[in-house]
Nanobody, 113 residues
Framework: VQLVESGGGLVQPGGSLRLSCAAS????????MIWYRRAPGKGRDLVAT????????GYVDSVKGRFTISRDNAKNTVYLQMNSLKPEDTAVYYC???????WGQGTQVTVSS
């Protein structure tokens, strides 16, 4: 399993970012995917999930209505569109499969004025 996250950066409150996660080494098109984040000094928390077809999604309450998870099975890529960003969204963001033990390097998102 290889997961490569990208798209993070520094953004002002209220801004937007689109994260990408390129996956390889497993049957991506038949595997549910998850976005997690680890805020400074905290554990890694689930942010959003998507079924392998993309027909079902789920979000932690704190991001509902602001974040959208999607996937492109032809490109083996899962995305996280983040709008109306808040300082409390600052974290390193990771993608993974359910129960996955191998992690990518993550991508840093910093929301600050």
């Amino acid at each position: 399993v290889q997961l490569v996250e990208s798209g993070g950066g520094l953004v002002q409150p209220g801004g937007s970012l689109r994260l990408s996660c390129a996956a390889s080494g497993f049957a991506f098109s038949t595997t549910d995917m998850i976005w997690y984040r680890r805020a400074p000094g905290k554990g890694r928390d689930l942010v959003a999930t998507i079924s392998f077809t993309g027909s079902r999604t789920g979000y932690v309450d704190s991001v509902k209505g602001r974040f959208t998870i999607s996937r492109d099975n032809a490109k083996n890529t899962v995305y996280l569109q983040m709008n109306s960003l808040k300082p409390e969204d600052t974290a390193v963001y990771y993608c993974n499969i359910p129960g996955g033990i191998y992690w990518g390097q993550g991508t840093q998102v910093t929301v600050s004025s």
